[in-house]
């Protein structure tokens, strides 16, 4: 065979495509605007998750790999439920897939679940979406026993998610909004120190949300001792402890969020580091969504 | 002339002058050609892209020899009584058979040759260290250099599969027997391609979202085109090997339960490494840090080198200064990476000197033809970075060769006062791989060494735990594709025999 003919074989590859299981959307509804509540056929996952554990999903075969945690499940039916907000193009365009789409990978449960015994009384405190993570938390740290209390977070009433959730699993349920349209007028924080104040008995509290909130309650309880746990979101790539890029700085020591965490005692967290860090795909985030949004337009 | 009368030229081969017209015609009559004449030929380049195209794009760098260099090459094979390349093969391919089909011209006979050994030979062709094994034993290095096995290798390999001749093995009767196998990197590939066709039905893990491990996160597609290890992979489904991809053993489903809920009868753990060593200096964690995993995974499992048409980003190489920590096979692929992706400098930083890299002197050798820059006897100190945290330079020290260590490397001792700051932008960690902690975590009863590393019995591969075996770099830590392909064979062999109640002590 001459020179040509073996460059010719060499430009026309076998091509086949490799047959992937994906993952059917059973239900998408909207909780707010821009907070979508997907549940999604991964019967594995279902089966095995635990409070405080998340998944990491691709969209579609050139996505990112996005770590979001797993609000709950139903291993009768094989189906998981993440709820979503869309910040930037992944998540956005998570947030277009009604029932019926596919999702082409979901791997999980990752990360290790939190840590539920019977504390005594119990905070969970959700900001924000955040209030979907701490919601199945809220679920364990109810079951093993302990007086529930639970403060909701959000910027105004019409994107409060979870109340009805929340308050069945509570033994008291708040919801504080910053512009006062709905509930307690202010943060979680101030809703916090205001039970502290009242003098009631705290053993633990679980807060999850933005950066600037968890880093805020980690200071309202450092002062009494108060075990306080929050779950970090740092930048993922394979979520198996494979890469080291969601490392967090804890106690001085460097910790990887996917398989360390995600949930880590508050008052040893870095959260400069971690803010910092969260800041490394910045021009690149900006300009995947500026891009996806003109994809939108277009369609 | 020659063509007509070999015999009679053969004998008086001491006064010939070999020439290229002498070798084309005794290419088609290799069994005419004497010892001399094979001495006479020199080792065949393999032929590559040019060093300033290919360091802008991320196509093999290698382009493979033609069938007239591979029968050119093959002939300076002396085929020898006692081949000692043979045993400085980890899987021991019968490299003068395998050679001697090529010299005869025929490819496929070749490939099916290498195939009774080595199931992978696109990949091993590639990326086997066949400077320290095969070729090491060559007897020609005595005098002259080495047959090119591995260029060899690849050879036959590609040559099957590019002109649609891969055959499939045949596949013994169903035993009944399930096995499964964790991770699909060469370790796992390699078992589940025995046991397949030893008859007993196989599954494959995987975590990650494509298969092949290592083989497509870490090794980049300018060393390793990831269309070979997925058509290896078709070939594996084709024999009948389950693939599930997106289970993370530990996590998605534990040791235990494979045995005990999904029935599976034995266990292959081929996870890899897949724990990245951080240095523990300061400003390790500033914006622009990465370690190799994250980076090469980055570009080569996620295709960040095509963001945005790929949603997953990189740090942006593009006019940086990028600098490697380390002098591995793996730092040689990220610095290499970084320079395709634009970087103005890329550097190599090594604390001891060139002579003690671990890297292959091929990957060495391209990297420097690429323009990669090498700043050997230096030590990273600290990384140091702006306000906003992104790293700005590496402080290192100066380091000198002292006496040999326990490694029997020479041991680099700092020089006094030597502290000077590397300006940078991106720094990328290669510094070795610990174990990932999720098998040990989720079945404490399988027995670890100190460094967290899978204990077996190096006969059968075979782990403190019953019907649970493994091989690769969980049990070698960060070692090469061969010698996991290699355990993984003979973990395939040991489960058979386990399974099927043959009784080797005898």
Redesign the interface.
């Known amino acids: 065979?001459t020179?040509a003919l073996?460059r010719k074989?060499?430009q026309s590859?076998?091509s086949?495509e490799?047959k992937?299981?994906m993952h059917k959307i059973v239900a998408a509804i909207f909780l707010a605007e821009n907070i979508k509540k997907i549940e999604i056929e991964a019967p594995?996952?279902a089966k095995?998750r635990k409070a405080g554990?998340f998944i990491m999903l691709?969209v579609n075969q050139?996505?990112?790999?996005v770590p979001l945690t797993i609000a709950d499940a139903d291993p009768e039916k094989g189906t998981i439920t993440i709820i979503v907000q869309g910040m930037g193009?992944?998540t956005k365009e998570l947030n277009t897939k009604e029932a019926g789409d596919t999702i082409?990978?979901?791997?999980?449960?990752?990360g290790a679940p939190s840590d539920i015994e019977n504390f005594g009384t119990a905070v969970s405190i959700g900001g924000g979406v955040g209030t979907a993570i701490a919601y199945p938390t809220a679920v364990a740290l109810k079951k093993a026993g302990n007086y529930v209390i639970t403060i909701n977070g959000a910027r105004s009433k019409d994107l409060v998610i979870l109340e009805k959730e929340m308050k069945a699993v509570s033994d008291e349920a708040y919801i504080t909004t910053d512009d006062g349209s709905y509930g307690f007028h202010g943060f979680v924080t101030q809703k916090l120190q205001e039970l502290i104040d009242s003098g009631k008995k705290i053993d633990y509290v679980l807060a999850i949300g933005p950066i600037p909130m968890m880093r805020a309650i980690a200071e309202v309880t450092r002062p009494y001792n108060i075990k306080t746990m929050v779950s970090l979101n740092p930048i993922m790539?394979?979520g198996?402890?494979?890469?080291?890029?969601c490392?967090v700085?804890v106690n001085n020591e460097?910790k990887f969020a996917c398989?360390d965490g995600p949930e880590f005692d508050a008052h040893q967290v870095d959260f400069k580091?971690l803010t910092?860090?969260n800041?490394?795909?910045l021009?690149?985030?900006k300009?995947?969504a500026e891009?996806f949004a003109h994809k939108c337009k277009l369609q | 002339m020659m063509t007509f009368l070999p015999q009679f030229f053969a004998g008086m081969a001491f006064f010939r002058i070999i020439t290229p017209s002498f070798l084309e015609n005794n290419i088609m009559c290799p069994q005419h050609i004497t010892t001399k004449e094979r001495l006479a030929i020199p080792r065949q380049e393999m032929p590559s892209q040019s060093p300033d195209v290919r360091n802008k794009n991320f196509k093999e760098v290698n382009l493979g020899y033609?069938?007239?260099l591979a029968r050119k090459e093959a002939l300076r094979c002396l085929q020898c009584k006692d081949p000692a390349c043979i045993k400085g093969c980890p899987v021991n391919i019968k490299i003068d058979q395998f050679i001697k089909f090529i010299a005869d011209g025929d490819f496929l006979g070749a490939a099916r040759k290498i195939k009774e050994d080595n199931v992978l030979p696109a990949i091993c062709g590639r990326v086997c260290p066949q400077e320290d094994q095969c070729e090491k034993a060559c007897i020609l290095t005595k005098k002259y250099t080495s047959v090119a096995i591995g260029n060899l290798e690849r050879f036959a390999a590609d040559?099957e599969?590019?002109?649609?001749n891969v055959e499939l093995p045949a596949v013994k009767a169903s035993t009944g027997k399930k096995v499964a196998v964790i991770g699909s990197g060469p370790a796992g590939l390699s078992c589940a391609n025995d046991l397949i066709q030893l008859g007993h039905a196989v599954t494959v893990f995987e975590?990650?979202?494509e298969?092949g491990g290592v083989l497509v996160?870490g090794i980049p597609e300018f060393r390793l085109p990831k269309?070979i290890v997925?058509?290896e992979?078709?070939g594996l489904?084709q024999l009948g090997v389950k693939f599930?991809?997106?289970?993370?053993a530990g996590?998605?489903?534990t040791v235990d339960e494979l045995l005990n809920e999904e029935d599976f009868d034995a266990v292959f753990i081929g996870v890899g490494a897949?724990?990245?060593w951080?240095m523990g200096i300061p400003g390790?964690?500033l914006?622009?840090v990465?370690?190799a995993?994250?980076f090469l995974?980055?570009v080569n499992?996620?295709?960040s080198y095509q963001?945005?048409?790929?949603?997953?980003?990189v740090?942006?190489c593009k006019g940086k200064n990028v600098a490697v920590f380390g002098g591995g096979n793996t730092a040689m692929d990220a610095v290499r990476t970084a320079k395709r992706l634009g970087a103005e400098h890329a550097y190599i930083v090594y604390r001891r000197s060139e002579a003690e890299m671990p890297a292959r002197l091929e990957e060495v050798h391209h990297a420097r033809e690429e323009g990669i820059e090498f700043l050997m006897l230096m030590n990273p100190l600290e990384f140091v970075g702006n306000e906003?945290?992104w790293l700005t330079g590496a402080k290192c020290l100066k380091m000198e060769l002292g006496e040999p260590d326990e490694s029997g490397r020479r041991r680099p001792i700092p020089i006094k006062d030597s502290e000077f700051i590397l300006p940078i932008d991106m720094a990328v960690i290669s510094i070795g791989n610990g174990s990932?902690?999720?098998i040990k975590q989720s079945t404490p009863d399988i027995e670890v060494s100190k460094r967290d590393t899978i204990v077996v019995d190096l006969n059968t591969m075979a782990t403190s735990k019953e019907n649970v075996y493994a091989g690769g770099d969980i049990v070698t830590g960060g070692a090469t594709v061969i010698l996991a392909m290699g355990a993984g064979r003979t973990a395939a062999k040991a489960i058979h025999e386990k399974l099927m109640g043959i009784d080797t002590h005898e």
Do not use: W
């Open positions: 065979m020179f073996i074989a060499r590859p076998l086949y490799i992937k299981q594995r996952i095995k554990q691709r050139t996505g990112e790999r193009k992944s082409s990978d979901i791997v999980g449960p990752l790539v394979d198996t402890g494979m890469c080291g890029g490392r700085t460097t398989v580091n910092d860090r800041k490394l795909y021009p690149e985030e300009q995947s891009a | 033609t069938p007239e040559h599969r590019e002109t649609g975590a990650l979202h298969l996160y269309e997925k058509q992979i078709e489904k599930i991809t997106n289970v993370l996590r998605s489903v897949g724990l990245p951080f390790e964690n914006l622009g990465y370690s995993n994250e995974t980055r499992l996620m295709k963001f945005p048409n790929n949603d997953t980003p740090f942006n906003q945290q990932n902690p999720l």
